[in-house]
């Protein structure tokens, strides 16, 4: 989910796990949603993105789920490997805007 | 194709120089924003450029300043700078609205 403070919150698994990484947004004006994965050292890269007119999308090993009524984004990413460690961020965009608002991402730690 | 890319990777600065990076688009990429990275604050936003004009700012000072270019390769540039501007800084493109990140300039200032 979101950060409080300067700490990012941290989902530790085992790898073959599936994991759920969850981000609440706040702008019921979004209407498209990307994850992105950021490994240390490099850029985001892209997962996987959603409109709002969905509310499942899948990909390779992951899948997103929007809720709009509560606000809520999930991605799952099925029987996880020690090389999808990363902080995980959610972005929306509202009406249009090409500007996406990052939410504080999700330290995913993945053990052998 | 080939992705994004920043020069230099690494850039080490003292306290009121000033400081210029590089950022190529994805090829057929028109757009072109900067955001700032640093780990109290995540990711923020610092403008968005598109056919070489300026069309969407985020809250920064006005020493935070970007071009782009007939070619779509940006620039951004950084004057007088503060201890605070160390960060890593982060350009994506984008077609439209799926957006693609470089590896960023990471930014010391001492």
């Known amino acids: 989910g979101e950060s409080v403070g300067l700490h990012l919150p941290t989902l530790s698994v085992q790898e073959g796990d599936n994991s759920i990484i969850n981000c609440a947004y706040s702008n019921s004006a979004s209407d498209y949603f990307i994850w992105y994965k950021q490994e240390s050292g490099k850029g985001p890269q892209f997962i996987i993105d959603i409109r709002s007119n969905m509310d499942k999308r899948q990909g390779q090993r992951v899948t997103v789920l929007l809720n709009k009524t509560v606000k809520h984004l999930s991605l799952q990413i099925a029987a996880t490997q020690p090389g999808d460690s990363a902080v995980y961020f959610c972005a929306e965009m509202g009406g249009g805007s090409y500007i996406p608002t990052f939410g504080r991402g999700t330290s995913l730690i993945v053990h052998p | 194709k080939a992705g994004v890319t920043q020069t230099p990777r690494y850039l080490i600065k003292t306290r009121g120089q000033q400081v210029t990076l590089s950022c190529s688009p994805i090829?057929?990429?028109?757009?072109v924003s900067w955001y700032q990275q640093t780990p109290g604050q995540g990711l923020q936003f610092l403008f968005e450029?598109?056919?070489?004009?300026?069309?969407n700012k985020g809250n920064f000072p006005g020493r935070f300043s970007g071009r782009q270019f007939s070619n779509s390769r940006s620039e951004m540039n950084v004057s007088t700078l503060e201890l605070g501007d160390s960060a890593l800084y982060l350009c994506?493109?984008?077609?439209?609205?799926?957006?693609?990140f470089g590896p960023g300039t990471r930014l010391t200032v001492t």
């Open positions: 090829s057929g990429h028109r757009s």
């Open positions: 994506a493109s984008s077609l439209e609205r799926e957006q693609y």
């Open positions: 450029y598109f056919s070489e004009t300026q069309r």
